[in-house]
């Protein structure tokens, strides 16, 4: 439980940065003309990502789920993947990556990095994470609730991200 805790917390600092990392390139973004779409469902995702990290921990210490290593250590692996993969993709974006839909009208899309072979790899980092992070610690009840709220807001999220790029690119 302790090691799955810290874990939980590492995953919390994390993402604090993503966020210190998010408002830097927002200031980037705007100071170049760009437009924000989407602040609608911004809120909800924030709480959606804030309660998987409290749901891990609360589900484990509540329900008394056991670590179970053929489970675990495989989940533990995935979640870090998706680490990795989330974080090359904020080094392919470079400032162009932001938590919230902020498109620089007239930027080319970036093709290159994980965007070669996915044209979202960050949001299939975010559903990796998302059912492996608590599978960790088999809080399997926080995983699919998790699932299913990030489907719906998911669908949400890249209905209003492909209508930015696909305005952005006509007005370029």
Same mark, same amino acid.
């Given at each position: 439980?302790?090691? #799955?805790?810290?874990?939980?917390?590492?995953?919390?600092?994390?993402?604090?940065a993503?966020?210190?990392? &998010?408002?830097? @390139?927002?200031?980037?973004?705007? %100071?170049?003309?760009?437009?924000? #779409?989407?602040?609608?469902?911004?809120?909800?995702?924030?709480? !959606?990502?804030?309660?998987? !990290?409290?749901?891990?921990?609360?589900?484990?210490?509540? %329900?008394?789920?056991?670590?179970?290593?053929?489970?675990?250590?495989?989940? /533990?692996?995935?979640? +870090?993947?998706?680490?990795? =993969? *989330?974080?090359?993709?904020?080094?392919? !974006?470079?400032?162009r990556?932001?938590t919230?839909?902020?498109?620089?009208?007239? /930027?080319?899309?970036?093709?290159?990095?994980? #965007? *070669?072979?996915?044209?979202?790899? @960050?949001? $299939?980092?975010?559903?990796v994470?998302?059912?492996? $992070?608590? +599978?960790?610690?088999?809080?399997?009840?926080?995983? =699919?609730?998790?699932? $299913?709220?990030?489907?719906?807001? +998911? &669908?949400? *999220?890249?209905?209003?991200?492909?209508?930015? !790029?696909?305005?952005?690119?006509? &007005? %370029?």
């Open positions: 439980m302790t090691a #799955y805790t810290v874990l939980i917390a590492l995953v919390a600092v994390e993402r604090l993503e966020l210190l990392v &998010a408002r830097r @390139n927002a200031a980037w973004s705007l %100071a170049r003309g760009g437009v924000e #779409y989407g602040r609608g469902h911004y809120p909800a995702m924030v709480a !959606l990502h804030t309660a998987l !990290l409290a749901g891990c921990l609360l589900e484990v210490h509540f %329900a008394a789920r056991p670590f179970v290593p053929v489970l675990g250590w495989p989940m /533990l692996v995935l979640a +870090l993947g998706a680490q990795g =993969l *989330r974080w090359w993709c904020i080094r392919t !974006l470079g400032p990556w932001n919230r839909v902020i498109v620089v009208p007239g /930027l080319p899309l970036v093709a290159g990095g994980p #965007y *070669r072979w996915l044209r979202h790899p @960050n949001y $299939l980092a975010v559903v994470e998302g059912f492996a $992070l608590p +599978l960790v610690h088999t809080a399997w009840a926080t995983a =699919l609730c998790f699932t $299913l709220l990030d489907a719906w807001l +998911l &669908a949400t *999220r890249l209905r209003c991200e492909d209508a930015a !790029l696909a305005r952005c690119r006509v &007005a %370029a």
